[in-house]
């Protein structure tokens, strides 16, 4: 994580203080939980919907596609996974998180005097990214 600030004051006639700053920050490798090491390859995405076909349809064998172990029994993409036993294998510690903030904020402070004070105080921010949920990489934001 960095993060960053730059400030300046100024003090402006009867007692008023004027104050700008720019903060920010930068984080990287976030635990998401979102990298499914079990994912059909892209370059198979040029089957379209025999991806959807059974493994033992017309389509699948004319497209070449056979059945990575003799009891298979599902759909050619399923076949097409790098574990065709598992549907889906969540890396939860896979640091692909990353997050990063910037924001604007303006005070303007009347010093008490003559019974009166005034405080006025404005932030204008932006906040991007994918940030995991937990420490222990929980998917669904439970920790």
Not at 30 to 41: A, F, K, P, R, S
Not at 52 to 71: K, L, Q, V
Request: aromatic share 12%; hydrophobic share 35%; glycine share 10%.
């Amino acid at each position: 994580m960095q993060s960053w600030t730059l400030d300046v004051q100024r003090e402006l006639p009867f007692n008023i203080l004027l104050d700008t700053s720019y903060v920010a920050s930068k984080t990287n490798g976030l635990w998401t939980g979102l990298e499914d090491i079990n994912q059909v390859d892209s370059k198979y995405l040029g089957l379209a919907n025999t991806l959807n076909a059974d493994i033992d349809s017309p389509e699948a064998a004319a497209a070449g596609i056979t059945r990575p172990y003799p009891s298979f029994q599902g759909s050619v993409a399923q076949a097409l996974r790098p574990y065709p036993q598992y549907t889906t294998i969540w890396d939860q510690f896979q640091p692909t998180g990353y997050n990063a903030y910037h924001s604007l904020q303006v005070r303007l402070q009347k010093r008490y005097s003559n019974g009166l004070s005034l405080l006025g105080a404005y932030t204008l921010s932006k906040n991007i990214g994918f940030a995991g949920s937990d420490t222990f990489g929980d998917l669904f934001g439970g920790g």
